[in-house]
């Protein structure tokens, strides 16, 4: 009985080990069809914002969930602008795309005014295209390719690993 314990003991520190201290980039496969029809609101800084259909992710899509509360989200929003001018300066072919989860409205525009995202941010006004994508925690950064989402990444996010999810995106 000990025996089997020790061994379930090392299976989960060598599990845990390779994600927390592994330089690696690791992405989540996921390889599945997305199907959206969402209502969303576009976040500008108003309380009475544009509603938007989400319901086409043709090309190439890097969809980043975030909350207000979320340290990590507030730490990767300079990584997520600097990634947007890139796409502008070099004219990429990507959408990069912010949806606040697990938050009011209200918390979402303060965010919004505080930190200055200039990619596509969006409110989601149901609190269920979390469930249409899985997400498990924020911050969360999925890749989708003509509305299939092919990977995931779980943190913080920076430049560097979205230009290699872009990368890979593209080889799929």
Known sequence: MHL???FYIILFFCFFSNLSFSNEIKF???????????EMSILDG???????????????????????????????????????????????????????IFDKKADAIDFYLKYKPFFKI?????????????VMGVPETYFVKDNKILFKYMGKINEEILIRGLKESANY
């Open 122 to 134: 969006l409110f989601d006004n149901k609190n269920t295209i979390s469930v249409k994508f899985s």
């Open 28 to 38: 989540i496969p996921i390889n599945r069809d997305i199907s959206l029809s969402q």
């Open 4 to 6: 089997k314990l020790n």
């Open 46 to 100: 108003e309380s009475n914002s544009e509603i938007i259909i989400l319901d086409n992710l043709q090309g190439i899509n890097i969809i980043n969930f975030w909350a207000s509360w979320c340290g990590p989200c507030i730490e990767e929003i300079a990584e997520l602008n600097k990634f947007q001018e890139n796409i502008l300066t070099n004219s990429l072919e990507v959408q990069l795309i912010g949806i606040n």
